[in-house]
């Protein structure tokens, strides 16, 4: 029986690089960035403080009610992962929209 190399190799999955969210007027600004907040303290608790400060990367633009997280290191898909989840509970699936890109 032969075997190939590429049938040992791990099958790679692209995933989005960039996380884009928008927030419904009604929605408070102060309380997304809360969660954001709430989200990056989770993201330390799984990989340390030092790792999310240096691959996290991501932005909070409340006067264009938007977010924008940057997904492409285990860090920043867990980051977005976790604000999802927490944006999800505090305000709803319509209260924002997020696009992966």
């Not at 999310?52 to 909070?60: D, G, K, M, Q, S």
């Not at 009610?65 to 977005?80: F, H, K, N, S, W």
């Given at each position: 029986?032969?075997?190939?190399?590429?049938?040992?190799?791990?099958?790679?999955?692209?995933?989005p690089?960039?996380?884009?969210?928008?927030?419904?007027?009604?929605?408070?600004?102060?309380?997304?960035?809360?969660?954001?907040?709430?989200?990056?303290?989770?993201?330390?608790?799984?990989?340390?403080?030092?790792?999310?400060?240096?691959?996290?990367?991501?932005?909070?633009?409340?006067?264009?009610?938007?977010?924008?997280?940057e997904?492409?290191?285990?860090?920043?898909?867990?980051?977005?992962?976790?604000?999802?989840?927490?944006?999800?509970?505090?305000?709803?699936?319509?209260?924002?929209?997020?696009?992966?890109?």
């Amino acid at each position: 029986m032969k075997c190939s190399r590429a049938a040992l190799e791990p099958e790679i999955i692209m995933l989005p690089a960039t996380y884009f969210y928008s927030f419904r007027p009604e929605i408070p600004m102060a309380e997304v960035e809360d969660s954001l907040t709430l989200a990056t303290m989770a993201a330390e608790s799984l990989h340390g403080r030092s790792r999310v400060r240096l691959e996290a990367r991501f932005v909070l633009e409340a006067d264009r009610r938007a977010c924008r997280i940057e997904a492409a290191t285990p860090v920043g898909q867990d980051l977005a992962s976790i604000f999802t989840g927490l944006l999800a509970r505090q305000f709803g699936e319509e209260g924002f929209s997020v696009e992966a890109r």
